[in-house]
């Protein structure tokens, strides 16, 4: 019997971090996807990330739509919490866990179909109320779960693998999530490790909504030659504009950066993010500037990666809702549940 | 980096770490699937191909193999492929219509060979298939040579012994027992095409120190385990010393508690970590309550009135560095320790009474033959020496390999043929995939630890002394035994073009063997692995560069489990699992070649037929 199961061993060369754990006690189960695709570099992105990070796994609630995309976060943080949606509901079954108990990491997994069409008013939502979670889109330019239909994000010209070629044109959750006023956007590739686990770090530590947009493509229905989501193309257009490194609380800063080359925003936990500019013509905090930079490279047929808003001011949904402190499973009994004569009262007041 | 060049045989082989280790390249993980699948025979017979003794071997040999197998540095222990072989020869079949015959016309050569040890058995073994006639002089009455007279019954059965051996002398080797070789040039006026000289290292090396010849309770390891099983000797004295600790003196040891001794004690001047025994005999030996005595360094027999007293140590202190060698050492008292015998087992010696100095064969300062580590030729043409002769004591697996280069050797003087340009050895590989996520071998990884062979139990066992004391593996042993290996052979082959550096292979890897970097100078690449290269022995795999980046796909082979994901998950092939066969000539492969002309294509079709 052939065994297709990623087996457990414990070699010499594995490393354990601050908590004893080793990079495998990060993984879930046996991925389903094809092979090959994208999907399953971002779910080994997010097992790197929460590894070096020493997040015990069971801080961490997973919540997903409905696509190939959503399925992920069964490849991964197999002791974590999760929670799988209806297609393009994800935002708010997230908004409802976090407002119950904010000592949870909310990670989010979507795709363009889940966050772009059926969940495009969730998604929207959620940005706008700044729920504090790294939402991550699995971005291929299609519906792959359902064999290959061009999604919301598909590019005009993009041809699909039988040849007919998209119209309409794409909707960039980068450039939605910076006009409705995100604070936290970036996008990168899921063929590019070095760039998208710095990114997937400081979208968990952010307070508020974290947007990560990944290119990741679908080798079975996206990935040949007229595709504009495919590996190569992606490749070949995307353009590194800041890039980010991720420093954890106490840990000096090693690496030697060019005097105004480096901006470094220390996040709400005493770790820090260095924003590297790469393009010297680009400004990462400035909203307004940002977005058409993007539009117009966009326009020229490159797609701008990196850190590219940022913003660790702002209130999040807790801050402007003053949810609970504590979570709601640590209340006692009576403070949840105060009885009918404190519902009596209450209701008085709207008499 | 240059992409690794993996066409030639060695990039592969290597990977088989067992084979590389394995002096006659043993194909262990074919036999040990093949063992999975109950064909026992089928799994004797390739042994045998290699190494000629696989009833033996699969008891006492050497196993250069098992600290080199792959298992070991993914996990604590190899696995036991020295015991798998010989389950495969414990459960085999009547095999003897498959196995080489002489053919009825023969050549017309005359090969006389000195000695029946294994290293002259392997030559008769590889060329009376051929047609030689081959003429064994040996000077003992039995054959078998040092398996017979020094490694004991209870490790080493007779019958495993006389069985195997019979395999080769049944197709007709004239075998002259009691028969000492007495002088070189006589032998060499007899006509004979070839001589080999496979007499061994027979000399044990004494200890002269005051007393040595006062007393006749000192004995030479080496001939007293001769004595012991040709029966000469039935006893020893209850109190016994064995001086030194190598592998004679675990057989020393042990032999002395069958003989009625109930305390002995193993003297070595070294600590442990410089002890030339391999473990597993100092395991089995101190099992049996043998105490093993570190840093005494033998001084005096105390010898009164013809009777032995006893042996005076000096007590000796190490300073040892943090990589263990040693810096200094010096006396700090000296000890008497009371005995009964003494049995000295420090070493052998080549010996060659019997070959005149004049008569061509050159010998260097040390009285050593000069012997081309290739062709085994002497500075005689047409004499050749091998096994222990050859470069002195080693074990029996090189002199099976000695036998088999020599007998290669022997073919082309006969023929008159370049001793050097020998056939090349070869490496098939063929796909293992069989169809969707369908591997042609078991491609699990079982975590099991190794399996522990029972023994007769402590009391059983001194009864007699030639009980057996390893009983071989249980059936379920086996089936859990052979899970443990790792199928080295099912190499990782790849296609530079195909890869779309999806990196699916790289998070797939169970052991993050892989990584897609830029490349660069060695020192850089290796500094940007996955996982640090923990061993540099281990080779490296560079390929050419990718078609989307112009980054390399760098494989460190050192944990590779062979699992096969990285295959599995690629979306475009570019990794492949992919079966090698590696192609080692013999004799018989020479003969062919003569015959058809086209050396590689005989070598290929004789290892299937063969
Ligand atoms: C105590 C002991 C234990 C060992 N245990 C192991 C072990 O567990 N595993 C292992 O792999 N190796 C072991 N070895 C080593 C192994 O036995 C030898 O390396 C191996 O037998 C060498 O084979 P050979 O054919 O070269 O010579 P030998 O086995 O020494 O055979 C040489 C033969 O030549 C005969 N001979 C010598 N001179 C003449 C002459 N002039 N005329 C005619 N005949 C002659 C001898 O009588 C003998 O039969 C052990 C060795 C010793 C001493
Ligand atoms: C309510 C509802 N409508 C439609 C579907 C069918 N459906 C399943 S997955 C999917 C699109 C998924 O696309 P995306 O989020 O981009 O995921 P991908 O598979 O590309 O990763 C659709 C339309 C559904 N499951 N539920
Ligand atoms: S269909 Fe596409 S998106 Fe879905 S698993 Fe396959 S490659 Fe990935
Ligand atoms: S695991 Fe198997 S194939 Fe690999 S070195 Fe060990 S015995 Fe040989
Ligand atoms: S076979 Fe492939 S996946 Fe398995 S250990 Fe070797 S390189 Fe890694
Ligand atoms: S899985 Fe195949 S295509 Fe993908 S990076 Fe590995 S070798 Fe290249
Ligand atoms: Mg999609």
Known sequence: MTSIAKPKIVHRGLRRNALGLTIRDYEGGMSTLCAGCGHDSVTAAIVQAFFELDIPPHRVAKMSGIGCSSKTPAYFLGASHGFNAVHGRMPSIATGAGAANRDLYLLGISGDGDSLSIGLGQFAHAVRRNLDMLYVIENNGVYGLTKGQFSASADVGSKAKRGEENRQPPIDPVQMAMALGGTFVARSFSGDKDQLVPLIKAGIRHRGFALLDVLSPCVTFNDHEASTKSYAYTREFRHRVVNADFIPPREEIKAAYDEGEVMPIELHDGSRVLLRKISKDYNPHNRGAAIDYIRSHHRAGEIVTGLLYMDEGDPDMHGLNNTSRTPLNELPFEALCPGADALASLQRRFR | ?610
């Not at chain 2, 082959?493 to 779309?500: G, K, L, P, R």
């Open chain 2, 1 to 610: 980096m240059q992409p690794t060049k993996t066409d030639g045989t060695e990039y592969f082989h290597r990977v088989v770490d067992c084979q590389w280790g394995c002096p006659a390249h043993t194909d262990v993980p074919e036999y040990i699937r093949l063992i999975a699948q109950g064909r026992f025979s089928d799994a004797y017979l390739l042994n045998r191909t290699s190494n000629v003794f696989p009833g033996i071997l699969g008891r006492v040999c050497d196993r250069p193999c098992e600290p080199a197998c792959r298992r070991g540095r993914v996990e604590e222990k190899p696995v036991a492929i020295c015991r798998l072989k010989r389950v495969a020869a414990d459960h085999r079949d009547d095999v003897t219509a498959r196995l080489p015959r002489a053919p009825a016309q023969k050549n017309g050569k005359r090969v006389a060979l000195v000695g029946a040890g294994c290293a002259s058995l392997t030559v008769a073994n590889d060329l009376m298939p051929l047609g030689y006639e081959c003429v064994i002089f040996e000077a003992l009455d039995k054959p078998g040579g040092l398996m017979r007279t020094n490694i004991p019954a209870f490790r080493l059965p007779a019958h495993v012994l006389d069985e195997e051996i019979a395999y080769i002398t049944d197709m007709g080797v004239d075998l002259r027992l009691s028969t000492p070789v007495e002088s070189m040039r006589g032998l060499l006026e007899q006509g004979f095409d070839a001589v080999f000289v496979g007499s061994g290292a027979p000399r044990g090396k004494d200890l002269d120190l005051p007393g040595r010849h006062d007393s006749d309770r000192i004995h030479i390891g080496i001939d007293w385990l001769e004595s012991v099983a040709f029966e000469h000797v039935s006893k020893i004295g209850e109190r016994v010393l064995i001086i030194g600790v190598g592998n004679t003196a675990m057989d020393c040891c042990r032999t002395s508690l069958r003989l009625g001794a109930s305390d002995v004690k193993v003297m070595a001047r070294k600590p442990r970590a410089f002890f030339k025994a391999s473990d597993w005999e100092l395991e089995d030996a101190e099992e049996e309550r043998v105490e093993i005595v570190v840093n005494h360094s033998p001084k005096e027999f105390v010898v009164e009135g013809g009777k032995l007293l006893g042996m005076k140590f000096d007590r000796l202190e190490y300073d040892i560095d943090e990589r263990g060698r040693i810096l200094d050492s010096r006396v700090v008292d000296e000890v008497m320790i009371p005995c009964d015998d003494v049995v000295l087992a420090i070493g052998q010696d080549n010996a060659f009474p019997w070959i005149e100095r004049d008569v061509g064969v050159e010998f260097d300062k040390w009285d050593v033959p000069v012997v081309d580590p290739v062709t085994f030729e002497s500075t005689l043409p047409g004499v050749f020496f091998g096994g222990d002769a050859a470069f002195g004591p080693k074990n029996i697996i090189w002199a099976v390999e000695h036998g088999h280069q020599a007998a290669i050797s022997i073919h082309r003087h006969c023929h008159g043929a370049p001793l050097t340009e020998r056939l090349p050895r070869g490496v098939n590989l063929t796909s293992a995939k069989m169809g969707i996520h369908e591997w042609s071998y078991s491609n699990d990884f079982d975590p099991a630890a190794r399996r522990i062979m029972p023994h007769v139990d402590l009391k059983s066992r001194f009864k007699k002394l030639n009980i057996e004391v390893e009983l071989g593996f249980s059936a379920e042993q086996v089936a859990t035994e052979v899970e443990r290996c790792l199928n080295c052979d099912l190499q990782t082959v790849f296609t530079a073009e195909a890869c779309i550096e999806c990196d699916a292979c790289i998070d797939i890897c169970p052991v993050d063997c892989l990584t897609i970097t830029p490349n660069g100078e060695q020192e850089e690449i290796e500094a940007r692995l996955k996982t640090p290269r923990l061993e540099p022995d281990q080779p490296l795999y560079v390929s050419a560069e990718l078609k989307q980046t112009g980054r390399v796909m760098v494989k460190d082979e050192n944990l590779c489990v062979h699992c096969g994901l990285c295959a599995e998950r690629c979306p475009t092939g570019a990794w492949d699992m992919q079966k090698s066969t590696l192609v080692v000539p013999y004799a018989v492969h020479e003969l062919a070649a003569d015959e058809t002309g086209s050396s590689e294509e005989t070598c290929h079709r004789a290892r299937r037929t063969g």
